[in-house]
Structures are given as C-alpha cells and as structure tokens.
C-alpha cells in the first residue's frame, strides 16, 4: 500500500475497529450473483469513502489477524527476546542470543553459510518467516495493523454483561461517595487494555530485534550507519529473468515461477543472518543504481557474491526439476555453459552476415 499520511492512519484504524465484527462477513446484493464483502460495501457505499480506504481496511483486518495469530505463537514460548534455537523449524539458531553458548558442537565456516543450510532442510515456516510475511502484507500500515489487534484483542478479553443488567444500571440508592469509584467491569476493561498493549509492544520490540523493520523504529540504527531494510522493502534475490536464464534455466512459466518467487522471499526471511546480508546488498544495489551504475554486468550469468551463491543453491535444491538446461548438457550457470553458449551465438551471427 502507499504511504498515507498520519491523520489518514488514524482514519483508517478507527474504521477498521468500528468493522471488526464483520470483518469476514460477506452478502449478496440485489441484482448480484456474486457475493460481495460487508466491510467493502460499508466503506465504499454507506461511508461514501475511496475504495482505496476500503481494500485498506480490509487488508489491515487481515494483517491485524496475522499479527493476533503470530503473538499466540510467541506466547506458546513465553515471548523469547530473541530468535528461537530450533534448527529443525528454520529459525535463527540462537544468533543474536544473550546467553553466548555456542549453536553447534563444531564452529561454522561462515554463519551465514551455516544458516542458508538449515534453511533448506527447514520443513515448516518459521515464526519469524511468518512475521515478515505479515509485515510484508501491512507494509507502510503496519503500526495500524497493530493497533487494529490491540482492539481486537481487548474486546474479545471483556467480560459480557450480566443478565440483569438493565437492574445493576439502576443506582437511584447509591451512595454519592462511592459514585466516582470504578467498578469491578472498569477494572477489567484497564486491565484488558494493560495486557495487550503490553504484548503487542513485546511483538514489535522482538520483530524489531530481528530487523525485521528496518531503522522504522529504531531511528538510531540510521543515525549510525547501519539502517537495515524493513521487510516490505525486501525484493528477491534474483528477478524472473535471471531465474529463467540460468538459475532454473527449465522453469516454465506461470504458476512455478510464482513459487519460486515465494520461496526466495522465504528464504530471505527465516533466519537472520541471511536477511541482513540480502538487505545490506540490496541497500548496495540501490545506492549502486542511484550513481548510474551496477554491481553486475548484464552478460554474467553466474553468481555475483555469496548471498546470490548461496540463494542459488537453495532453489536448485528446492526445485531439482528445474535446475538442468532444457538439452540437459550440464548444471545451469556454469562457466562450461556460459563458454558453450558463445559460440553458437557468434556462429549465428556470422551466418546473418554471409547471407545476402
């Protein structure tokens, strides 16, 4: 989504909140066959909004869910302050831990080879993966997003009220002194509002940690050189026409390459060690293309650096049946390859020039 003003956020939030009850609600109009979402029809036709404002507040319902749902993960380990030291889930090893014990019995060659490793024989989603993939979906919104599930979170922790509480309303015989005292449903509804906030801050200040966000939060990063870059931002490491080309040179297209696209922001996002290092060469290669040149030449057809080897292998290894050239002469983006390849083109365009 662009980047929308404050006061446009708030809006926003607060239309969001007034919906959450029907946030997956859907009809069917009159004259229509297909049904369409209540929370589009509020925002577009009975709020007389932009229909830009309703697909946003429809996107910050899904977002604030994702963010709901990734806070009762953490809640299941008792909100670590770093990542999680599971291996097998594909998370970040305890890199960035506080307790300063060695992840493994025999010291790495180099921890992000070690973490694109770990990577490929991940097997579910990691939490982290799924945080930046909620990010990702939010982007600039994402403070709305998490506002909008503090709200959620606080009125469904409410009590319901009683039966009779038409009856508990009447207060004709209370006493003056006591009126301006909060009740016991005052009480909960403070103590609903502490809780959240409190978690949900947990949440940010973790995704933060993992630099997940970039220097959005924490402007002293920026101040000191080391911005990072929020997970919106993130693209993958090689675009459709370099995986075609010599990455997976029998990639079809349509839906596999959409696939392969996926995984490459997966891999990105899991572990991160990998994530800043995508992210302080993507950061080269913006600053690269601001002064006019590149950090590759367009004619190379191998990897550039490590994180692109490393990027490499993982996709060969995730779609093996994509990684062989179509004559299956050998392993795409070899040098034998790239050398094989030049002779037939000069050898056509030698032919162009002997015909007539």
Same mark, same amino acid.
């Given at each position: 989504?662009?980047?929308?003003?404050?006061?446009?956020?708030?809006?926003?939030?607060?239309?969001?909140?007034?919906?959450?009850?029907?946030?997956?609600?859907?009809?069917?109009?009159? /004259?229509?066959? $297909?049904?369409?979402?209540? +929370? !589009?029809?509020?925002?577009?036709?009975?709020? $007389?909004?932009?229909?830009?404002?309703?697909?946003?507040?429809?996107?910050?319902?899904?977002?604030?869910?994702?963010?709901?749902?990734?806070?009762?993960?953490?809640?299941?380990?008792?909100?670590?302050?770093?990542?999680?030291?599971?291996?097998?889930? /594909?998370?970040? %090893?305890? +890199?960035?831990?506080?307790?300063?014990?060695?992840?493994?019995?025999?010291?790495?060659?180099?921890?992000?080879?070690?973490?694109?490793?770990?990577?490929? @024989?991940?097997?579910?989603?990691?939490?982290?993966?799924?945080?930046?993939?909620?990010?990702?979906?939010?982007?600039?919104?994402?403070?709305?997003?998490?506002?909008?599930?503090?709200?959620?979170?606080?009125?469904?922790?409410?009590?319901?009220?009683?039966?009779?509480?038409?009856?508990?309303?009447?207060?004709?015989?209370?006493?003056?002194?006591?009126?301006?005292?909060?009740?016991?449903?005052?009480?909960?509804?403070?103590?609903?509002?502490?809780?959240?906030?409190?978690?949900?801050?947990?949440?940010? $200040?973790? %995704?933060?940690?993992?630099?997940?966000?970039?220097?959005?939060?924490?402007?002293?990063?920026?101040?000191? /050189?080391?911005? /990072?870059?929020? #997970?919106?931002?993130?693209?993958?490491?090689?675009?459709?026409?370099?995986?075609?080309?010599?990455?997976?040179?029998?990639?079809?297209?349509?839906?596999?390459?959409?696939?392969?696209?996926?995984?490459?922001?997966?891999?990105?996002?899991?572990?991160?060690?990998?994530?800043?290092?995508?992210?302080?060469?993507?950061?080269?290669? !913006?600053?690269?293309?601001?002064?006019?040149?590149?950090?590759?030449?367009?004619?190379?057809? @191998?990897?550039?650096?490590?994180?692109?080897?490393?990027?490499?292998?993982?996709?060969?290894?995730?779609?093996?049946?994509?990684?062989?050239?179509?004559?299956?002469?050998?392993?795409?983006?070899?040098?034998?390859?790239? #050398?094989?390849?030049?002779?037939?083109?000069?050898?056509?365009?030698?032919?162009?020039? $002997?015909?007539?």
């Amino acid at each position: 989504p662009p980047l929308v003003t404050p006061s446009d956020e708030r809006r926003l939030v607060l239309y969001t909140s007034l919906l959450l009850p029907w946030a997956n609600g859907q009809a069917t109009l009159l /004259g229509k066959k $297909k049904p369409t979402s209540l +929370v !589009r029809y509020a925002v577009s036709e009975s709020l $007389k909004q932009r229909v830009k404002d309703a697909e946003n507040v429809m996107l910050l319902h899904e977002a604030a869910d994702r963010f709901a749902k990734l806070l009762n993960n953490r809640q299941r380990d008792s909100l670590p302050a770093s990542s999680s030291s599971s291996p097998g889930a /594909g998370s970040t %090893m305890g +890199v960035g831990s506080d307790s300063g014990s060695p992840t493994s019995s025999s010291a790495p060659s180099s921890p992000l080879a070690e973490a694109a490793a770990s990577l490929s @024989a991940a097997s579910t989603m990691s939490r982290r993966a799924e945080a930046g993939l909620a990010l990702r979906l939010a982007g600039p919104l994402w403070r709305a997003g998490v506002l909008v599930a503090i709200v959620n979170d606080i009125t469904d922790s409410l009590p319901s009220p009683p039966p009779n509480a038409e009856d508990a309303n009447e207060s004709d015989d209370e006493d003056p002194l006591e009126a301006g005292l909060p009740t016991i449903s005052d009480m909960a509804q403070l103590s609903s509002e502490m809780r959240a906030s409190a978690l949900f801050a947990a949440l940010v $200040k973790w %995704m933060d940690e993992e630099g997940l966000l970039g220097s959005t939060v924490s402007i002293h990063k920026a101040v000191v /050189g080391n911005p /990072g870059m929020a #997970a919106w931002e993130m693209v993958p490491v090689f675009d459709g026409n370099m995986v075609r080309d010599w990455v997976l040179p029998s990639l079809p297209k349509g839906p596999a390459m959409r696939d392969v696209m996926e995984a490459q922001i997966l891999w990105q996002m899991d572990h991160r060690d990998v994530y800043a290092a995508v992210a302080e060469l993507q950061l080269q290669q !913006r600053a690269a293309a601001l002064e006019g040149r590149s950090v590759r030449s367009a004619e190379q057809r @191998a990897p550039a650096n490590q994180v692109e080897e490393l990027c490499c292998s993982y996709l060969r290894s995730r779609f093996p049946e994509f990684a062989q050239p179509a004559n299956g002469t050998g392993p795409a983006g070899d040098a034998g390859a790239e #050398a094989g390849a030049r002779p037939k083109g000069k050898a056509r365009k030698v032919t162009k020039e $002997k015909v007539p």
